[in-house]
Nanobody, 121 residues
Framework: QVQLVESGGGLVQAGGSLRLSCATSGRPFSSYTLAWFRQAPGAEREFVAAISQSGSTYYSDSVKGRFTISRDNAKNTLYLQMNLLKPEDTAVYYC???????????????WGQGTQVTVSS
């Protein structure tokens, strides 16, 4: 099992930036793929970005070019740098860990509690 704790959410104006962090503990950090998902009110949880064990990155079309996912294996921490934020980025952001790199929620068996990101217009 992997424990995941997100931080860094908050309120920001459109065009601004935030950096989310996800601290992990449990199984060796480098042994699993990591991802960020988000869920807006009334919507399904959706894929944002993922980074594989080897460091390959994947992004949804809606955030490509604005968000950057990274991992620090020495600190057991996952990051999501979010730039040029838009009101439609408003959601609860979750980090997740799983054995393979996929965009679908069921492939990730370990989740954090989420952190709220609100972008005002």
């Amino acid at each position: 099992q992997v424990q995941l704790v997100e931080s860094g959410g908050g309120l920001v104006q459109a065009g601004g930036s935030l950096r989310l962090s996800c601290a992990t503990s449990g199984r060796p950090f480098s042994s699993y793929t990591l991802a960020w998902f988000r869920q807006a009110p009334g919507a399904e949880r959706e894929f944002v970005a993922a980074i594989s064990q080897s460091g390959s990155t994947y992004y949804s079309d809606s955030v490509k070019g604005r968000f950057t996912i990274s991992r620090d294996n020495a600190k057991n921490t996952l990051y999501l740098q979010m730039n040029l934020l838009k009101p439609e980025d408003t959601a609860v952001y979750y980090c997740a860990a799983g054995p393979i790199t996929r965009v679908e929620v069921p492939f990730y068996g370990n989740w954090g509690q989420g952190t709220q990101v609100t972008v005002s217009s």
